[in-house]
């Protein structure tokens, strides 16, 4: 991860959590890609707060690298997207 370049090196289940937003291309509750991602049958709390807790972790390093947290955005309503605009590039390795 680069400090203040543009680009963020993501991974772990920040990488799985990021691929399968790109996957859903579009609004989808936090839920579902909660389920994706962790794929135990884990209680709803547990699920939403390791959703959270990943997700903070994501902002953190996409901020540390000059990336708009809004990346990731969380319409407040349960539903999370990736945004990418023109010139954003996610590369999967």
């Known amino acids: 991860m680069g400090q203040g370049n543009g680009r963020a090196e ?9 691929r399968e937003l790109k996957r859903f291309d579009g609004p989808v509750t936090w839920e579902v890609v909660a389920r994706e991602v962790w794929e135990d049958d884990a209680a709803r709390p547990l699920r939403r707060a390791r959703f959270d807790m990943v997700l903070a972790r994501i902002r ?15 319409s407040g309503t349960g ?7 023109d010139g ?4 999967e390795r």
């Open 79 to 85: 539903h999370v997207e990736l945004v990418l605009r």
């Open 10 to 18: 993501i991974s772990g289940l920040g990488a799985t959590l990021l």
């Open 60 to 74: 953190k390093q996409l901020e540390g690298a000059g990336i708009s947290r809004e990346l990731i955005y969380a």
């Open 88 to 91: 954003d590039v996610v590369v």
